[in-house]
């Protein structure tokens, strides 16, 4: 069963910086997608960044030029590097990992039980 877990949430100041690891394990035949998406309250969950196999990264409109997506050389830890962060990042943040367990099977989505970061003005 594949697992991932978030670390690195916690508290900041406006303009200040967090960077939040995301570590994946269990029986994988291979990975793919890896990244984040956040739910602040009350609203939908929406793409924080993701960055695929081949290292082609997408930033959601409201962290571009602000967070920056990098993912280990194992394919299987993914990080986030959150810059000038502002009081609307305040979130919890999602892990996620598209990856292939079966054979025959085909990619299926798997998700991180989220870390809360909270941003002070």
């Known amino acids: 069963q594949v697992q991932l877990v978030e670390s690195g949430g916690g508290l900041a100041q406006a303009g200040g910086s967090l960077r939040l690891s995301c570590a994946a394990s269990g029986t994988m035949l291979a990975t793919n997608d890896m990244g984040w998406y956040r739910q602040p309250p009350n609203t939908e969950r929406e793409l924080v960044a993701k960055?695929?196999?081949?290292?082609?990264?997408i930033y959601g409109d409201a962290v571009k030029g602000r967070f920056t997506i990098a993912r280990g050389d194992a394919r299987r830890t993914v990080y986030l590097q959150m810059n000038s962060l502002k009081p609307e990042d305040t979130a919890v943040y999602y892990c996620?990992?598209?990856?292939?367990?079966?054979?025959?099977?085909?990619?299926?989505?798997?998700w991180g039980q989220g870390t809360q970061v909270t941003v002070s003005s």
């Open positions: 996620y990992l598209l990856a292939q367990v079966k054979l025959f099977g085909g990619v299926e989505s798997y």
């Open positions: 960055i695929t196999r081949e290292g082609t990264t």
